[in-house]
């Protein structure tokens, strides 16, 4: 994934799980760790 951004190509990437609060989770911990848009 870091090689393709690196390299400039669109990227959408997500989050999901099977509960709620996990998803939750999930999603807090990937913007705390990358970029949001």
Request: without cysteine.
């Amino acid at each position: 994934m870091a090689r393709l951004v690196a390299a400039g190509v669109p990227t959408i990437v997500g989050t999901g799980a099977v509960n709620s609060r996990e998803a939750v989770s999930h999603a807090a911990h990937a913007a705390s760790v990358g970029r949001m848009a």
